[in-house]
Nanobody, 121 residues
Framework: QVQLVESGGGLVQPGGSLRLSCAAS????????MGWYRQVPGKQRELVAT???????DSPDYVKGRFTISRENAKNTVQRRMNSLKPEDTAVYYC???????????????WGQGSQVTVAS
């Protein structure tokens, strides 16, 4: 079974910064894409940023310039740095990865358990 475990998060004041990491473990053959999504109650889960094994980054304009993402392929880990946090950034942030395993040779979309990020004074 593939597991995605997030670490970090918590309560941050507006204008502050936060780093969140995600580590993938299990019988993984390859991870093609890793990234972050976020969701608030009553709203759709939305893309924050994704990064491929080759370093290609995909993110919406509203987080570009504030959020950064990097990846350590050797450790199957992705990191996210969030700067100038705003109250509207408050959400549950989910790690996501497209992986292949011994039992599944077709890339499958896997999710972490979610990590709460709260931006408030």
């Amino acid at each position: 079974q593939v597991q995605l475990v997030e670490s970090g998060g918590g309560l941050v004041q507006p204008g502050g910064s936060l780093r969140l990491s995600c580590a993938a473990s299990g019988s993984i053959i390859n991870i093609y894409t890793m990234g972050w999504y976020r969701q608030v109650p009553g709203k759709q889960r939305e893309l924050v940023a994704t990064i491929t094994s080759g370093g290609r980054i995909d993110s919406p304009d509203y987080v570009k310039g504030r959020f950064t993402i990097s990846r350590e392929n050797a450790k199957n880990t992705v990191q996210r740095r969030m700067n100038s946090l705003k109250p509207e950034d408050t959400a549950v942030y989910y790690c996501n990865a497209g992986v292949t395993t011994i039992l599944n040779s077709v890339p499958k979309n896997c999710w972490g358990q979610g990590s709460q990020v709260t931006v408030a004074s």
